[in-house]
């Protein structure tokens, strides 16, 4: 684990290059000893380098950075660390034009460094369900139509309300009652069966459930649901309230229109989850939170995957 660093500073002076940063690694990602990434062998046999690997089974060479977020990378690894660092670290995070100045990288590979480490952000597995009292929400996310020219808002079909924007839902379990996670993602709609289905993919059954008055969630017998009327002004009745979920959805607005200005509905689940996992360890020490990062790095995203639609991608 890493040494509990308060600034950046600090954690160049522990990893000043590649070599010490990739030991680093090593000790996370293999923490219960060397495996092939191809067939998961433990045979594994080490070259004189420390960086090249070969599987005694499959007899194929990999690195440790093989089948990682890392693979093919040019970057040094503690260039990876001061990257990591800035992206959890900033309550908003941080746009790649920014990321690019900070690290003397180009802005293309800031946004590619930026995008890998929110697909290790992603939480692959929904196996525990919120329990206790659970808030659940919806906005819309998008441009201001206020701040469009009169064409541009025409174009873009953005106007008051949910017209022309995206749909995403939000979840928060309440600390006291479990690890105090939020869960966040976008929906096709805003339709019963939609935001009844996410529900019970999400919430274990017995749960409190804390909604405002939208019908969609009437009929759900399996929790006990709670309602606040913001249609009548009425923002608590005692413990209920949907704040919490609300806390989430103002911070996550700040960092689109603050940081990033605008978000691709293709790429905003990616955002979506970098700010998912920023948000679930908040209380936690900044270095924990990388530390945590780097054992959730399994998996390649290709650039080519990324822009699979063929657009370039120009938002921050």
């Excluded at 990378?73 to 746009?95: C, Q, S, V, Y």
């Excluded at 009437?218 to 919490?244: D, L, W």
């Excluded at 979920?245 to 955002?271: C, N």
């Amino acid at each position: 684990m890493l040494n509990q660093f308060s600034s950046l500073q600090d954690l160049f002076k522990a990893f000043p290059d590649d070599a010490t940063a990739l030991k680093h690694f090593e000790s996370v990602h293999w923490k219960h000893g060397a495996f092939c990434p191809y067939c998961r062998g433990k045979r594994v046999m080490h070259f004189k380098d420390g960086k090249t690997h070969k599987c005694s089974d499959c007899r194929k060479r990999f690195s440790v950075k093989t089948a990682t977020v890392f693979e093919d990378t040019k970057l040094g690894m503690h260039i990876w660390f001061a990257a990591m660092w800035l992206l959890l670290n900033r309550p908003k995070g941080i746009a790649s034009t920014q990321l690019a100045t900070d690290l003397n990288i180009t802005q293309k590979s800031a946004w590619f460094v930026l995008h890998r480490l929110r697909y290790a952000s992603k939480t692959r597995s929904f196996s525990r369900p919120l329990a206790g009292s659970v808030e659940a929400d919806e906005t819309y996310v998008g441009g201001r139509a206020k701040n469009m020219s009169k064409a541009r808002r025409e174009r873009s079909g953005v106007g008051v309300g949910g017209q022309g924007k995206t749909i995403v839902m939000g979840m928060i379990e309440r600390p006291a009652d479990g690890a105090g996670e939020v869960r966040a993602k976008i929906i096709p709609d805003n339709t019963t069966r939609t935001i009844q289905a996410e529900v019970r993919a999400n919430v274990a059954p017995g749960a409190t459930l804390m909604t405002d008055q939208a019908s969609a969630y009437i009929g759900m017998g399996e929790y006990r649901h709670e309602v606040v009327n913001h249609g009548k002004q009425q923002f608590a009745r005692g413990p209920f309230h949907t704040n919490s979920i609300e806390g989430f959805w103002s911070l996550a607005k700040r960092q689109y229109h603050g940081t990033h200005h605008w978000i691709s509905p293709k790429h905003l689940d990616a955002y979506l989850d970098e700010m998912s996992y920023r948000w679930n360890r908040r209380d936690t020490h900044k270095t924990v939170r990388v530390d945590g990062l780097l054992e959730r790095v399994s998996g390649r995203l290709t650039y080519n995957q990324l822009i699979a639609d063929g657009q370039k991608q120009t938002a921050a």
